[in-house]
């Protein structure tokens, strides 16, 4: 850009500072009045500032993505809480459920949340009755943001329906919750997630309305994760197996 005389300038500039690296440098100053080719000013080094304010983007616009997926997860749940004649008190404890998920990303700092912590934090609200009956066990695995909302529902369903109907109802009761990370074809790892209860005695022929919460579980899950699921209701309480990628 062509300079008059006297005029001042502000401008930022992208400077190579070796064979494969750069830097930013702020300029500041006035031309001289009669020589305008000979320039009075300051330089800043702001690369600095330039990288922040690179993650600072990121980080908005990975906030905006997140808030975006979660009111589409609430509104999802809504609708179908309300399909299923679930009442109000089931809806807040979904959004209770998902409140502790996005509470776990919020305090890891990433986006991602491992799968204990998950499980932990679910049976936690319910420590009452859970207390010396629940093993749960697995190595570390992360799942990412887009993973965690729609597996945390998932853990929820089944915790809840083990208060209500299944291996926690009952002092008997004993539930398992393990996972492991195999490999599909391709040698693409994958999350399996086992669900094991027992000790409760139930009768499936009696159990013949299909909630939300096990609509989720066996049909939500393939559609939003790739997941796949065996899902049984024994004479004791219930099978679950989910085998999810993970990356």
Request: proline share 2%.
């Amino acid at each position: 850009k062509d300079i008059a005389p006297g005029e001042e300038f502000h401008t930022q500039l992208q400077v190579a500072s070796g064979p494969t690296s750069s830097r930013w440098v702020e300029l500041r100053g006035r031309a001289e009045h009669d020589r305008p080719w000979i320039i009075n000013g300051v330089s800043f080094d702001i690369t600095e500032e330039k990288a922040a304010a690179t993650r600072q983007k990121v980080l908005v616009n990975e906030l905006q993505h997140r808030a975006r997926n979660l009111l589409g997860v609430i509104t999802a749940v809504a609708d179908r809480t309300v399909k299923q004649g679930g009442s109000v008190e089931a809806f807040e404890d979904r959004l209770q459920a998902l409140g502790r998920a996005q509470g776990l990303l919020s305090k890891g700092g990433s986006d991602t949340v491992e799968v204990g912590a998950l499980l932990r934090a679910e049976l936690a609200v319910h420590a009452d009755v859970a207390a010396g009956r629940v093993t749960i066990a697995g190595p570390g695995v992360h799942l990412r943001a887009r993973q965690v909302q729609n597996f945390a529902l998932a853990v929820h369903e089944l915790t809840t329906n083990a208060v209500k109907y299944g291996a926690l109802k009952i002092e008997t009761g004993r539930l398992v919750a393990s996972w492991e990370i195999v490999l599909d074809k391709r040698e693409r790892r994958r999350l399996a997630l086992s669900w094991v209860e027992s000790g409760v005695a139930i009768e499936p022929e009696k159990v013949t309305r299909r909630g939300y919460g096990t609509e989720l579980i066996r049909e939500a899950l393939a559609y939003a994760l790739e997941a796949e699921v065996d899902y049984e209701l024994g004479a004791d309480g219930v099978r679950c197996r989910i085998e999810m990628p993970i990356t």
